[in-house]
């Protein structure tokens, strides 16, 4: 299974921005498609992007659609997500996560996850 890990994590104030990043320790992930998710307390995993595994536009959870870009490093090895213009309701721990699929938005098509890192932001 591939080892992951987040970082960029942090709290913010509303309106303001993070990016988010995903890395492997020890296998690379560049053959697989990826995934971003987050969980706020008392609720459940919900997806926020995925992208293919060579990269390309990605697609987007309609909450963040507009305000969240995902991405991949120049050798598919690391992935991004860049936070704009964001709210309250965004406050929530991110995990990244690794899928055989193409690019899916359910949590049970996924394998390999990172510990998260958490996002705090306030009004």
């Known amino acids: 299974q591939v080892q992951l890990v987040e970082s960029g994590g942090g709290l913010v104030q509303s309106g303001d921005s993070l990016r988010l990043s995903c890395s492997p320790s020890g296998q690379p992930f560049n053959k697989y498609a990826m995934g971003w998710f987050r969980q706020a307390p008392g609720k459940e995993r919900e997806f926020v992007a995925t992208?293919?595994?060579?990269?390309?536009?990605?697609l987007y959870a309609d909450s963040v659609k507009g305000r969240f870009t995902i991405s991949r490093g120049d050798t598919k090895n690391m992935v991004y997500l860049q936070m704009d213009s964001l709210k309250p309701e965004d406050t929530a721990v991110y995990y990244c996560?690794?899928?055989?699929?193409?690019?899916?938005?359910?949590?049970?098509?996924?394998?390999?996850w990172g510990q998260g890192t958490q996002v705090t932001v306030s009004s």
């Open positions: 996560a690794t899928t055989n699929w193409a690019q899916s938005m359910d949590a049970s098509q996924y394998d390999s």
């Open positions: 992208i293919s595994l060579v990269g390309g536009p990605g």
